[in-house]
């Protein structure tokens, strides 16, 4: 017998469950919060507590953790540098789940996990750049860089 052993298992196969829940994970923490059945939002709140302690200290191995679940490197930065600040003195209870009641088509038991604490994440806009200047992101705002040119003076007698 497996004691205290919490998992809970879907009907598909073992590839497609893992991707179902990578890519709500990564919709979790784009948008801050995600509609999903009830089982399906238990099993994602225990893998959302365990990335977000991860994402509190930028480390080596972290990185790879994360890397591994996420498959992405500008999620980890963001991770890194707008979720893991925020959590810094928590030690945990980093999400909670709302029941919202039966879906009308199939009556399944749907679910909101959300934040418990303000975690406002930015996403970074695109780099482009052109022959006169070229434009930045900084603080989610894009900036446009303007090169002065010297002027010269011919000195005329």
Not at 12 to 22: E, F, I, S, V, Y
Request: glycine share 8%; proline share 3%; aromatic share 6%.
């Amino acid at each position: 017998m497996r004691h205290r052993i919490k998992k809970i298992k879907f009907k598909w196969g073992q590839d497609a469950n893992k991707m179902l829940l990578r890519k709500l994970l990564i919709n979790f923490f784009t948008r801050g919060k995600v509609e999903t059945t009830l089982p399906k939002a238990k099993v994602l709140k225990s893998l959302i507590e365990k990335m977000a302690n991860k994402a509190k200290e930028k480390t080596e191995s972290n990185k790879n953790y994360l890397l591994k679940n996420f498959g992405r490197p500008e999620m980890v930065r963001m991770l890194f540098d707008q979720v893991g600040p925020v959590l810094k003195e928590k030690t945990g209870g980093y999400v909670r789940i709302i029941r919202l009641g039966q879906r009308i088509s199939d009556g399944a038991e749907m679910a909101r996990i959300e934040w418990v604490y303000p975690v406002v994440v930015t996403k970074p806009s695109s780099k482009v750049s052109s022959s006169s200047g070229s434009t930045s992101a900084q603080g989610g705002k894009e900036v446009k860089k303007v090169e002065h040119a010297e002027t010269k003076t011919s000195a005329k007698k």
